[in-house]
């Protein structure tokens, strides 16, 4: 603003010379913060302090004639009326909130242990939940239920109380906790030694990838999967000092969440090539990473699709936080940068305010889409509104032939669009997803994440689920990757990889729990799976133990195996991959033999990219607490990363490797390297 | 170290590096580390006193002030969590604290510090720019509270509209507002 002119007097504020602090006063202050600190750290230990008779003081006039009857009515009115309305209320939240998801992929993948919601997950959060609302509500209620007399006698044996004075404490108490920034800590009761994991978001809970006998299945099948949100989600944990728990940590969304230097296929029939090598396990020198990279299609510049975007957005109290809606207002300007005359957009709002904010409008036409933007307002509960509806609705009305229709939902974990039921909604999405209108869901803030929702949902609808923690992740997600999650060139991607018992003993996936599918279902054309969109690129790793290595986990079978192998030597496994052009409904395939050609001896002589895929690979196995995550140490997993770096234009992998080191300081290494 | 063409990536490194140990001592202070909230409150004496200094213009109000942000965030850095960043955090007890001793001188009815023109802190050198600096410091300090704060985190403390909007909790066009009442009030002097 105006702080760069010329000769503004107010710039010479910034040339003040302060004279430094006195070194006693210095040390006084120190001294009296540490004992201010002890002070609380000792405060926390000790019970809460109250009112000894453990009620509340009604009043600080003593009535010489008992309590007069006023008194009593407006706290047994008030208990009457909570007691009326918690049950009505708590029915609301049952019959409107989608806290209880089942799964989130139910119909595309096998049933693996993945796909049943755990119970557990609530559970353990229960504690949390009510200790953070236990000061509020049922204090007060409690204390005055009592019975008349009972609340009378109390009245008399309670000593008479000093009148001028009592108010005093009181208020100073109440302006000590308006100095400080209040939104920014729970009271103190709540202040516990162990920092509190922020509770309520809401993760699919899996198990890891089983180690597998080629002997006893050979052929293993997945889903390709372009999100990232687990990423930004664990960075964003981490970089507030909390380790992300178990279920929050999907390797192959980190793994992915980096650009790779794959060549790309030149051609929009076949849109992707892979990239196949073989090189050492880093955490394990008996096995080696099988590493699957491809890259769709980059199509030339000049060619500009319309897309018509409909943004549905959440505008509940909980959104006006400077990390969700602000955030979302301050990324949209960059997207606008990015679309050109022949995309619309279009903004409907959800929960608080509901309604169309913008009817489709030319994305050039930017002073209109960013006066609607601002007067978004997040405030009120949720309305019951058909928001979905209604976004999907203006999606039809306004659809391109031969572009990107797409919703896009912004949200802080409230998926009350209008339909209630979790399977009704994915249904309806699934059903437009087949009409042409895909979904994407934009995750923000934390606390109230409905994580899992959003994997299903973006699953379901073919689209991306995104997690924005900052500024710079929105810049990553809506402007550098646009390209990629506006405009998809294959879908129902499938990889089928079939390993060579003559070569590989056994394997192990790394990453895709959520994305497994049977072996039948690859050829399967109904199955739905992941799309992929221009530019992106994808990376799946297989720990795999060659045969002869001894380093078997599993003994071999006493009586031998009964088939004879069909014996191909120098081939280790197999890829099948399964694609659909955007248009058609018929898949293609593409097969690759995996040869001795493509191994590395050395993880050395491995590109920059694998060796930063496989330090990724390493982390987010130790930081989910892996059975085979090996002895790694995280010193030498960011050597790792760092040795495969490479240019790193964009910056993310130094941020990785200060990912690591944080990482470090919270869950330090149990026993210090031997070398 | 790879000095490939990421320069810029090299510098924000050192950046985030001075971050990272801040943010794991705080980590390490709200789960009751004694030491780390010590080395924690070292770090940040100076800035918190420069601060103080600036609001207030006397280096006795500014130590005051200091003493109180540090007991303040001795109480206070169990609750603290990381909403948003810890320096601006750090800026808003600090707002606090002067506000409230002004507050206080207030209602003793002392003013003496807003009228003293030349204080013994400054240096005799340049008495006559100090002069008319004088007279826009002491203008800028007796500004109304918000305006006040708003100039100063903005060209005092040189800090971006967006950064001084999160310290005073109130929206970045808000803080601009702010910024052109003061200087409508201030025009006679500028």
Known sequence: MSNDMPGDPLNRLKDTSVPPARAEARQAALAAGMAAFENSAAKTVNAPKGNPWGRRLKSIINFPGGKTIMDMRLPIGTAAIALLVLPLGYQLYLTTSMTQVPSPISETTAPAPAQVPPPRQDLAKQPQDSRTQAPAAPEPLESEIGTAADSAAMMESMPAPPPPVAPAPMLSQGGAAMEVPTTSFAPMSDMVVVPPLPAGDQFTSFEEQRLKLVAEEPVSTFSIDVDTASYSYMRSMLEDGFLPEPDAVRIEEMINYFPYDYPAAQDAAVPFQPTIAIYPTPWNTRTQLLQIGIKGHVPPAGEDKPANLVFLIDTSGSMDEPDKLPLLKRAFALLLDQLSANDTISIVTYAGSAGVALEPTAATNKATILQALDNLWAGGSTAGADGIELAYRLAEQHKVADGTNRVILATDGDFNVGIEDPEQLEDFIKARRDSGITLSVLGFGRGNLGDDTMQALAQNGNGNASYISDFREAQKVLVQEIGGTLEMIAKDVKIQVEFNPAMVSEYRLIGYETRALNREDFNNDKVDAGDIGAGHSVTALYEITPVGSGGELVDPLRYGSASQPIARSGEWAFLRLRYKLPQSEVSQLIEQPITSDMVHSDIAQASDDMRFAAAIAAFGQKLRGSNYSGEMSWDAIAALARSGRGTDESGYRNEFLQLVQTAKALKPDAVPAVN | ?190
Not at chain 2, 74 to 98: C, E, H, K, M, P
Not at chain 2, 105 to 120: E, F, K, N, S, Y
Request: charged fraction near 25%.
């Open chain 2, 1 to 190: 170290m790879v000095h490939a063409p990421a320069m810029d990536g090299t510098a924000a490194e050192t950046i985030d590096h001075a971050q990272a140990i801040t943010q794991a001592l705080v980590v390490r202070a709200r789960n009751g580390d004694g030491q780390a909230f010590a080395l924690l409150l070292e770090q940040h004496y100076e800035r918190i006193y420069r601060t103080a200094w600036k609001w207030c213009g006397n280096g006795d109000d500014a130590e005051d002030v200091a003493q109180d942000v540090c007991i303040k965030l001795g109480q206070a850095i169990a609750g603290f969590d990381g909403r948003s960043a810890f320096s601006s955090w750090v800026y808003r007890i600090t707002l606090n604290a002067v506000r409230d001793l002004q507050r206080s001188r207030q209602r003793r009815g002392r003013h003496v510090d807003a009228l003293r023109q030349i204080t013994p802190d400054e240096h005799p050198a340049d008495q006559e720019e100090a002069a008319t600096s004088k007279q826009l410091w002491a203008a800028v300090r007796r500004l109304p509270e918000k305006q006040r704060d708003a100039v100063l985190l903005v060209y005092a403390e040189e800090l971006s509209h967006a950064a001084a909007a999160e310290i005073m909790n109130i929206k970045e066009a808000t803080v601009s507002f702010h910024v052109h009442e003061a200087r409508k009030t201030l025009r006679g002097l500028l």
